[in-house]
């Protein structure tokens, strides 16, 4: 499951890990479930086309959503 590109996305990266690295601003405010799921989707048949499609996106964003970021 895309848990950890869908955290990203929606919560972005607050606090880089390392100092070199910039910051990613979060998404949650301005997408919605949809939206996101929809991202996710195109990303994975863009970048893994060989693999099969993630299912129930949508209802995983509404999970991951609920979730603190870290
Ligand atoms: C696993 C997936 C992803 C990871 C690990 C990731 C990680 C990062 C990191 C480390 C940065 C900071 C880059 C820097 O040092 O300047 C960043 C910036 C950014 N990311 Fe992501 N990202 C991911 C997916 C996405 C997706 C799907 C989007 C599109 C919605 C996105 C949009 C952005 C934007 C807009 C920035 C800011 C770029 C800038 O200000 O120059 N990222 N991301």
């Known amino acids: 499951m ?3 590109l869908i955290q990203v996305i929606l ?5 880089p890990a390392v ?3 910039g910051y990613m601003p ?3 405010d301005s997408m919605s479930d ?4 929809e991202l996710a989707s195109f990303l994975r048949s ?8 993630w299912t129930d996106l949508a209802a ?4 991951i959503r609920q979730t603190i970021a870290r």
């Open 60 to 63: 995983t964003v509404g999970r």
């Open 34 to 37: 949809g939206q996101v799921a």
């Open 11 to 15: 919560h972005g990266i607050a606090k």
């Open 2 to 4: 895309p848990d950890n």
């Open 26 to 28: 979060a998404f949650k």
């Open 19 to 21: 100092t070199d690295l």
């Open 46 to 53: 863009q970048f893994a086309p060989g693999k099969p499609a």
